[in-house]
């Protein structure tokens, strides 16, 4: 390799602006691209990961109510689940170690001492502390007694506290959801938010049983959480559950489930094929960007070539060998390219964070993401460079010079 | 033994409609260490071949070429570029000078594909040995046609070659500045260079201690 050659080739970017701008527009597009879609796929895969960890750990089951609600919407009245069934779940299957059963109100709105907030009712059990593994941070959980009598105590989060108590201690207090008076007994562990971006201490815990009766009036529950005793058992658990409920509904054979079973084990299967598609298309349509910026590279460089013939003859005639003129175009072609890749990295890794930070994804800034795309852009480039190099490399110096 | 031995040169084209050119018939000639010649004719009479074939831009069909002795009619495409860069400097009526790039990086074009260990003050040597010391940093665009082909003088000399070429090279000049190159020229001349110019022009080959005529390929 000829430093001094390799050097002036660089230089030549300079010589042609107009030619350079274009190129590098086109691999900054690309490799912007590119790193915006891998850097955001990793970032959204670990939180993927790490919320399904979160939700459901590697032992749990949840049962919904509703059937396959999503795919053919709501069931109405056929769709009923009980704590009956549930505990009846529990007492046929030893292999269940807790559950706990839910019922949601998304937007409430919640009153104390004259200030007012918008939360989220969540109805559960004393066991919800242990299955959904989320404790106080003060105070303490309500008790198996508070939840038989439908206690109004109320387990706030630190958003809610903070709204509705600002600086006051809240442990004690009284608050209204809708006309309903609750007692705060404690306030829950931190949780941030969740994958749907959704602020999770934004909630308000009470007994199922108050919930049911007093706020909502429903004698059903939402959905359970069901926790196994061996994660190895979580398959076989989930089947069980599914024909002690059948029974339980009197489903005729042949007709659909009017609940939904959802096992760590089947999101998990469900967040890799999406994260597999994902993880293979979107690159590729990026990649396709870059691609063809290396087109629009070869073909402006070819132009070049052809603008250039008398100075390629020039150079043979001083001494340059045919590889000589070969590695100089390949180079100002790659060059070129590679600079606007790099700006085009630099705008990515921003934009992934603009992104992640909207979507809560966390950091974003990943070295292998950064050296993927520089390696890409960089095999792009000398690949765009090959053509014209080689066109110019075919001209005769004593007809080029003419 | 001279410098440069031609013996019974010819170089034949094939026009893509199948008829033959003898663009060179049959020339022999000998150019000794120090000479400065012309070579005239007018155009289309062989004169750019010849002077192709001497620099080695273009291999004979037929004919031996020696210089310093070695037959370099037959040498490879990558010994011919070695023989280029080294042996031959090149100035053209077109100048050919790099657009948009200084006169100092211009004269130093041949050393990028120079087998020297050290390039260190050689194109400024040579920019101050044809009067341009003072116009490193110009760019073609700012001189004059006359100062642009002194940049193209310094540019062949920058290698020290044994000999130098120059086509037309006042083709593109107003007599002030042809006046100018071809005194340079001469000077060059005087202190040893061995000077091949090809020209119509017979008041330019007038410069030169012998002169060449070359009629329909062959030497007149």
Known sequence: ?402 | MSMIELHDIRKTYTRPTGETVNAVAGVSLAIERGEFVAITGTSGSGKSTLMNILGLLDRPTVGRYTFDGDNVATLGVREQARFRNARVGFVFQAFHLLPRTSALENVELPLLYSDRKSVDGLGRKALEAVGLGDRMQHTPSELSGGQQQRVAIARALVNEPDLLLADEPTGNLDARSADEVMTILGDLNRSGRTIVLVTHDAAMAAHAQRVVRIENGVLA
């Open chain 1, 1 to 402: 390799m000829n430093g001094r050659l390799v050097r002036h080739s660089f230089r030549s970017m300079r010589r042609y602006k107009l030619r350079s701008a274009f190129i590098m527009l086109g691999s900054f597009v690309g490799a912007a691209a590119l790193t915006l879609v891998v850097a955001t796929g990793q970032a959204a895969e670990r939180k993927v990961l790490t919320t399904v960890e979160q939700l459901f750990g590697a032992s749990s089951i949840v049962v919904m109510a509703g059937g396959t609600q999503l795919l053919s919407g709501a069931r109405g009245n056929a769709a009923r689940l009980t704590l009956d069934d549930l505990e009846a779940v529990s007492d046929a299957l030893p292999r269940i170690e807790a559950w706990d059963p839910q019922q949601a109100l998304p937007n409430a709105s919640v009153r104390a001492e004259g200030a007012t907030a918008t939360a989220r009712i969540l109805g559960a059990s004393e066991r919800s502390e242990q299955v959904w593994n989320r404790g106080v941070a003060r105070g303490a959980y309500f008790d198996a007694p508070d939840v038989a009598r439908s206690a109004r105590v109320a387990l706030i989060g630190e958003t809610v506290a903070h709204e509705l108590f600002a600086d006051a201690d809240p442990l004690g207090a009284e608050l209204l959801i809708g006309n309903v008076p609750f007692r705060v007994v404690g306030v829950l562990e931190r949780f941030g938010t969740d994958l749907h971006g959704m602020d999770r201490d934004d909630e308000i815990v009470i007994p199922i049983s108050t919930m049911m009766r007093r706020v909502l009036n429903v004698d059903t529950i939402a959905a359970a959480k069901i926790l196994v005793r061996d994660p190895s058992d979580v398959a076989t658990t989930a089947k069980d559950v599914e024909r002690v409920l059948r029974e339980r509904h009197a489903l005729a054979a042949g007709r659909p489930n009017d609940f939904a079973i959802i096992s760590a084990t089947g999101v998990q299967k469900m967040v890799d094929k999406t994260q597999r598609t994902l993880a293979l298309y979107l690159p590729l349509a990026a990649a396709i960007v870059l691609l063809v910026a290396a087109i629009v590279a070869a073909t402006l460089m070819l132009a070049s070539v052809n603008e250039r013939v008398s100075e390629i003859g020039l150079r043979r005639a001083v001494g340059a060998r045919v590889e000589d003129v070969q590695l100089q175009f390949v180079v100002e072609t790659a060059a070129t390219m590679l600079l606007g890749a790099l700006a085009g990295i630099v705008a990515g890794c921003i934009l992934a964070q603009l992104a992640a930070n909207r979507l809560h994804l966390g950091d974003v800034l990943s070295w292998r993401a950064a050296l993927v795309v520089l390696a890409v852009s960089a095999i792009t480039g000398v690949l765009a460079g090959v053509v014209p190099a080689r066109r110019a490399a075919r001209l005769d110096p004593a007809t080029a010079l003419r």
